[in-house]
């Protein structure tokens, strides 16, 4: 209840903020928060929250902080199934150009997995494909290194056997954008990812969000999102892939430059 009780908190305290953020926009600050989740007692004990934050920072124009910050909190017959936080984070150089570089790092932790905790820092290019007022599509590559600690050390790939941490060298293929529709009534976006390990093509994984917000008043929005994650070394009898449907609220805030 505690973890449920904190992931709402923060959500709330700053609750200003996720379709995407472009980086893109000549803007100083952004911000999107959503939040979902389901409380249930009695026959069924249940308790799931999703929260999510991101937000963009440009403090000159040349430069774009954006990061990406999301958690899951769940409980089955107070039981705990899921306590994972993520947190993605870029710095941008001229991102307003159509091809543009930046530098990322990443943290994570994933309790069904029994992944401890992950970690990862590279740099890469994004080339922006289509880029207009209400319909936008990205392209980017990366290379970056990862190291991985897990809960465990017996994998269903074999030769990562005997080891709780793994360390490798990634590349990264990401697609995603946003459609406004229906005279703009309703936002699509998604986002594709595809993460080979340079050394074992066996070792990749694979996430794709589908999402979509309706707007009901002054920034606030009815949002959708379904996640899709396939991780292919995990620790044996973990499932490699993982599907989540969530129904939510989300607002957005927007700063232009002084």
């Known amino acids: ?40 007692q009695g026959n069924v004990a249940l308790l799931a929250i999703r929260s999510k934050l991101d937000f963009t920072y440009s403090p000159v124009k040349q430069f774009v902080f954006k990061s990406q910050n999301s958690s899951l909190y769940q409980e089955f017959g107070n039981r705990k199934a899921d306590n994972d936080l993520f947190s993605r984070n ?30 990862f820092a590279g740099a890469g290019v994004t080339y922006q494909f289509v880029q207009k007022q209400f319909h936008v599509l990205k392209l980017s590559a990366s290379a970056l290194y990862e190291t991985n600690r897990f809960k465990g050390m017996v994998y269903n790939k074999t030769e990562y056997n005997g080891n709780n941490q793994i360390n490798l060298w990634r590349g990264t293929l990401y697609a995603g954008g946003w459609n406004y529709i229906l005279n703009r009534k309703l936002r699509l976006y998604y986002d594709v990812y595809w993460q080979p390990a340079f050394n074992n093509s066996n070792n990749y994984r694979t996430q794709y969000d589908i999402g979509a917000d309706i707007p009901l008043w002054k920034g606030l929005n009815l949002s959708v999102l379904y996640i899709f994650t396939h991780e292919n070394v995990v620790i044996s009898n973990i499932k490699q892939q993982d599907k989540i449907l969530s129904f939510g609220f989300s607002y957005n805030f927007k700063q232009k430059h002084k």
């Open 90 to 119: 870029y710095l941008y150089w001229k991102p307003q150009k159509k091809v543009y570089p930046f530098g990322i790092a990443y943290i994570s932790s994933n309790f069904r997995r029994k992944i401890e905790t992950r970690l």
């Open 1 to 40: 209840m505690r973890n449920y009780l904190t992931s709402l908190f923060f959500l709330l305290f700053v609750t200003d903020a996720f379709a995407q953020l472009n980086e893109s926009d000549t803007l100083q600050f952004q911000l999107r928060s959503s939040i979902s989740g389901n409380y249930q």
